[in-house]
């Protein structure tokens, strides 16, 4: 995986304030616990969703889903690929 390669096309599209290169899982699980991510993309949309799975794809990366952070042990080797944490606030049908 190319880190700046992945990280450099995600952030075509989503901020840069949601999309993170090596960042500590610690940070976004409840048991505050666990390394560091390839790369932590924050969704807040139904088109980042979709944008960064279709990036993780095209790359060839693994993509992890996490939701609130709860009852999830990361190893201290952390995540190789990306994590895409969904934050949709509201949804509509």
């Known amino acids: 995986m190319d880190i700046e390669k ?9 901020d840069v304030s949601k999309v993170f ?5 610690s940070k976004h699980t409840s ?3 666990g390394g560091k991510a390839d790369i932590f ?5 139904i088109e980042e969703v979709k944008f960064v799975q279709e990036v ?6 693994a993509l992890y889903i996490l939701g609130n952070g ?15 944490m969904v934050a949709i606030m509201r949804y509509r049908y």
């Open 21 to 25: 290169k090596n960042e500590a899982m």
């Open 41 to 45: 993309v924050k969704a807040e949309s």
């Open 31 to 33: 048991f505050k616990i």
């Open 6 to 14: 992945t990280y450099n096309r995600l952030i075509e599209q989503i």
């Open 56 to 61: 993780a794809r095209c790359e060839n990366n």
């Open 70 to 84: 709860t009852n999830i042990l990361v190893r201290d080797e952390g995540i190789r690929g990306i994590v895409l």
